[in-house]
């Protein structure tokens, strides 16, 4: 199974900034997904990010809002932009392992409070 | 959006097994059934999944209908360290996970 990082693991931000947050993993997969999952709530979607191509967001997220890079195999980020109280939540990404009928392996998750 | 429907919460004596249902009747034909589980707000840890048939791990056991309308993840013995939120997932077009709310499963002593 891949093993994942994410960085930072918690921030506390200011509103009106942006946090990126870097998603490490240790083996070359194809797609990685951002998810979101708000105080007591389940995850959702974000976008689907492969390597190579513009990410594709779900309905409710913009790219102007959650810019996301995958630079390569390995590795992507998520940005957080002109954040708001109502972004305070835990963001995770994961990656699907082809190799393994496509059960996706999630990141620790970066726990976001904005102020 | 997601096509699972869980109860919200269910309560399992330690050492007993867990039965824990999921209703997915809109799935369609060649869309997988996954279990995840999700402890203290850590990512989620991948527990089983399957297509038509029942399927064993050393974690648990998925069964899932004829009609593929609904499935149980069974937990044999459960531990109190099995206390978690347990996600059905149906894996959708271009292998997205759709979570729904999840069954917050509490093992008691």
């Known amino acids: 199974s891949a093993v994942i990082s994410q960085k930072p693991s918690r921030d506390i931000c200011q509103r009106g900034t942006s946090l990126t947050i870097q998603c490490q993993v240790d083996?070359?997969?194809?797609?990685m997904f951002w998810y979101r999952q708000q105080p007591g709530q389940s995850l959702t979607l974000i976008a689907t990010a492969n390597q190579g191509s513009e990410a594709t967001y779900e309905s409710g997220f913009v790219i102007d809002k959650f810019p996301i890079s995958r630079p390569n195999l390995t590795f992507s980020t998520l940005t957080v932009s002109n954040m708001s109280p109502e972004d305070s939540s835990i963001y995770l990404c994961s990656v699907e392992d082809r190799g393994s009928s496509y059960e996706q392996y999630f990141g620790p998750g970066t726990r976001l409070t904005v102020t | 959006d997601a096509k699972t429907t869980q109860p919200p919460s269910m309560d399992c004596a330690e050492g007993r097994a867990a039965n824990l249902p999921c209703n997915h009747s809109?799935?369609?034909?060649?869309?997988?059934v996954y279990w995840y589980r999700q402890i203290h707000s850590q990512g989620p840890q991948y527990i089983i999944h399957?297509?038509?048939n029942n399927e064993t791990n050393e974690m648990a056991s998925l069964i899932i209908t004829e009609d593929r309308k609904s499935s149980t993840l069974i937990l044999p013995h459960a531990t109190l360290r099995d206390t978690a939120v347990y996600y059905c997932i149906v894996r959708v077009f271009f292998n997205k996970f759709y979570f729904g709310s999840g069954t917050k499963l509490n093992v008691k002593p």
């Open positions: 399957g297509l038509k």
């Open positions: 809109t799935i369609s034909g060649n869309e997988y």
């Open positions: 083996s070359q997969v194809t797609m």
